[in-house]
């Protein structure tokens, strides 16, 4: 039987809002700092990050996928990016990856043989490689965190919907310590 944390969810968000906890984090949708941030799923940045780089709510906008990897010049974590840097205002994009990601040298082999231990047949991998999906090239990692974190930042700076004034900086963070590694000053690629 699974287990789901949904009922402790339902029951505690009912305490949350009749006590008004939410009043602490009450803000608008712009980032008061003027920043958007490119970070990793990886549950130990969930509440350090914030804290390390020292926003909280309100501050800045935050796309998680996973390595703070964009695999797609077109799709949802560009078109968010691309929200934030135009109606939401953001002027600043930090790519932030992490030491020790599980996306650093993640390669698909592993991962579909886990899917056939939960029942996804191999026909039906063979089914999805015959109408074009390249899977093994969609679920590979990065070699290493900085060459990822410079693979996204080139791929937003180099994107033709993207001001061109707009800033892209890439760091690493220490998922222990929260100790940041600047890889790449958005402010000189401006000359500012
Ligand atoms: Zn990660």
């Known amino acids: 039987m699974l ?4 009922d402790e969810i339902l029951s505690f968000n009912e305490e949350f809002v009749s006590s008004q906890s939410y009043e602490p984090y009450r803000t608008d949708k712009f980032p008061s700092k003027k920043m958007v941030i490119v970070t990793c799923m990886d549950t130990r940045l969930t509440e350090l990050l914030p804290r390390a780089m020292n926003f909280k709510n309100g501050d800045a ?14 799709g949802s974590v560009m078109r ?4 934030a840097v135009t109606l939401l205002k953001a002027e600043e994009v930090f790519v932030v990856g992490h030491l020790d990601c599980g996306m650093i040298g993640l ?6 043989a886990e899917l056939e231990k939960k029942g996804i047949s191999k026909e039906r ?5 015959h109408s074009g999906v390249d899977i093994e090239n969609w679920l590979h990692g990065c070699q290493d965190v900085e060459s990822g974190v410079m693979e996204s930042v080139n791929l ?3 994107h033709p919907l993207f ?9 690493t963070i220490n998922p222990v310590t929260g100790k940041l ?10 000359n500012l």
Do not use: W
């Open 80 to 83: 968010s990016l691309l929200v």
């Open 125 to 129: 991998m063979e089914n999805l490689r």
């Open 3 to 6: 287990v789901s944390n949904l």
């Open 181 to 190: 590694h600047l890889v790449f000053d958005g402010r000189e690629a401006k």
């Open 61 to 74: 906008k935050v796309i998680k996928t996973a390595g703070a990897l964009i695999c797609e010049p077109y």
């Open 163 to 171: 001001p061109s004034h707009l800033m892209v900086h890439g760091l």
């Open 107 to 112: 390669q698909a082999a592993p991962v579909l």
């Open 156 to 158: 937003i700076r180099n």
